[in-house]
């Protein structure tokens, strides 16, 4: 079955194109902008690791060594169409457009942090696996029955698909047509449990022949096969097409979270050594070396651009205070459940108890 499922790249580790219907698409100023936002992506992401360390924001989600697929991915989209990102997705959606400030106040527990920007449909993060599938497909049949040429892009990690909800929002999708793309980003764990413990199946993929809906399996570190793969989906679905599954085969590099330590059930040098040879920024670096687009000053100041612009969002989140515990009873629902309430009231007694 595997067989039926091989992973397409359209740029192999070397740097070299492998594909040549899109030699042509692979142009200069669409490298450098890949490379711009794989360059952001990743020293926002260090950047957090190190607040976090430091007790400037609370408990943190890296994503590095998965910036082609949340590069890529979200460069595909137009700006109408929707995203429904997981908690490890901010790469995503700091591409589509959210600000960096927004990333940061999510991560300090602040409520602003759910905000999504002026005109772009960013739902915020689902932490719950897998419910944003059947809300996704949901939001694409809207879409379809009020006549928009919106689209639907979802994240969601192999983990979930063990959750009755994948199956669910990929069954909805595929009854109707919906125009949703199922981006699973394959990091081939589940916090500490591997795939192989996860299903019986080798790919993630081949789900797709159960909704009679195409399923590709893809190199997520290839950031070109990530964009053109989910940018042909996309245009499937808004023209009646309906539902895509993509599996985007990749790696985390760090820990599930900042509260995890990976060493306790996993070799690290497998990190290692993915880093040297499949790292989704160094092939692109190769690319533009091949093609002589590599310029030392101008990746210098790229990677000067970006700092300002990280450091400039720390200082604007630092201007908000610690965010109130007792916003997690009160953003829930408009007016809140009586058991909601009960709860609000035991942490208040609680807090009282330990400032006496
Ligand atoms: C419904 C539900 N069950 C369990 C958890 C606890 N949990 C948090 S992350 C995670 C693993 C998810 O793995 P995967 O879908 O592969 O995503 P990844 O974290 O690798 O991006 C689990 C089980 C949860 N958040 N929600
Ligand atoms: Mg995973």
């Known amino acids: 079955m595997e067989l039926n499922f091989p992973i397409v790249q359209v740029l192999n580790e070397d ?3 492998v594909q040549p219907e899109y030699r042509e698409r692979i142009t200069k100023p669409l490298t450098m902008t890949m490379y711009r936002h794989l360059i952001r992506t990743r020293t926002f992401d260090r950047k957090c690791v190190s607040l976090q360390r430091q007790g400037r924001i609370g408990t943190y989600v890296p994503y590095e ?11 595909a989209l137009n700006d109408g169409d929707w995203m429904f990102p997981t908690y490890r997705d901010h790469g995503a959606m700091m591409t589509f457009g959210r600000p960096l400030t927004t990333t940061l106040l999510y991560w300090k527990g602040r409520t602003e942090g759910c905000v999504p920007p002026e005109g772009k449909k960013i739902v915020p993060p689902s932490v719950p696996i897998a419910t944003q599938l059947p809300q996704a497909a949901g939001a694409a049949c809207a879409e379809k029955w009020k006549g928009t040429n919106n689209a639907v892009l979802v994240y969601f990690g192999d983990g979930a698909t ?19 793309v199922f ?53 499937r679905a808004r023209n009646g097409g309906g539902p895509t599954l993509i599996e985007a085969v990749t790696w985390r590099y760090g820990a599930h979270t900042t509260s995890d330590d990976p060493s306790r059930y996993r070799d690290q040098e497998e990190s290692k050594k993915r880093r040297e040879t499949t790292d989704p920024i160094k092939r692109v670096e190769r690319l533009m070396q091949r093609e002589g687009w590599w310029d030392e000053e101008w990746a210098k100041q790229v990677q000067a651009e970006v700092d300002a612009e990280i450091e400039q969002a720390v200082t604007e989140m630092e201007r908000y205070p610690k965010a109130d515990a007792t916003d997690m009873f009160d953003f829930v629902f408009a007016q809140p459940t009586w058991t909601i309430a009960e709860q609000k009231e035991a942490y208040l007694q609680w807090k009282r108890g330990m400032a006496t």
């Open 15 to 17: 740097g070299t194109v």
């Open 65 to 75: 060594g998965q910036e082609a697929c949340q590069v890529g991915s979200a460069l």
């Open 162 to 180: 063990s959750e009755g909800d994948f199956h669910e929002g990929l069954n909805f999708a595929s009854v109707f047509d919906a125009p949703v």
């Open 183 to 235: 981006f699973n980003q394959n990091n081939q764990y589940a916090i500490s449990v591997p795939i192989t413990r996860q299903m019986k199946t080798k790919t993630i993929a081949q789900k797709a022949l159960a909704y009679d809906i195409p399923g590709i399996r893809i190199d997520g570190n290839d950031v070109f096969a990530v964009y053109f793969h989910t940018a042909e989906a996309l245009e």
